[in-house]
């Protein structure tokens, strides 16, 4: 069975008239409204985006690598009828000087990283793969705090390649950020 085309294909415009704080992207022509995220799903976007941010969102020599533009649910604008609000995005600040701004930011990013939830995983894995892969997205990570694994997928023409999986306490260097380790446990922390 094939999924039914929708008879209006959503852009960017469709979403901007949608009520303040509705948390949606457009997929293949679609709103889809995103769930509210839950402990586990803001824990580990935090965790990530955490020390990310600190060694990379600065300019270089200001006591991290550097180099990067990181920033948390922005819409990204692929073509008219892909617009996604990534949990995690970034852009190499030699390939994009000037922060990107607007709404939606129509650079193509140069990292993108999905939290999974039973709501996305679907979209995540398969729809935004795909328009990622066409875009040319360099990394695509996927974390998933049910499993709490981390999977690092590496652009290449026939498709993405994994180059990384790792989970629970691993302690890992994953591209594009592998000049700092990154501590898995902190996007899986447990309740004490």
């Known amino acids: 069975m094939t999924a039914a085309t929708p008879t209006h294909l959503a852009t960017a415009a469709d979403l901007a008239g949608l009520p303040p704080g509705t948390r949606a992207e457009i997929v293949d022509g679609e709103i889809v409204e995103k769930a509210s995220p839950t402990p586990e799903h803001g824990v580990a976007q935090l965790g990530l985006g955490a020390q990310i941010f600190n060694a990379f969102h600065r300019r270089i020599g200001a006591g991290g690598p550097g180099g990067w533009w990181l920033m948390t649910e922005v819409e990204v604008e692929y073509d008219p009828h892909q617009v996604y609000r990534h949990d995690l995005v970034g852009w190499r600040r030699e390939r994009s000087p000037r922060r990107p701004t607007g709404s939606p930011v129509a650079i193509r990013p140069d990292w993108v990283c999905e939290v999974l939830s039973a709501s996305n995983a679907q979209n995540d894995l398969v ?47 994953a591209e594009p950020f592998e000049a700092v380790e990154l501590d898995l446990s902190v996007l899986f922390e447990e309740t004490a």
């Open 127 to 173: 729809r935004k793969l795909r328009t990622l892969q066409r875009a040319g997205v360099p990394h695509y990570w996927l974390v998933d705090p049910e499993h709490r694994t981390l999977t690092v997928l590496r652009w290449m023409p026939e498709g993405y390649l994994a180059a990384l999986t790792a989970g629970g306490d691993d302690v890992v260097r």
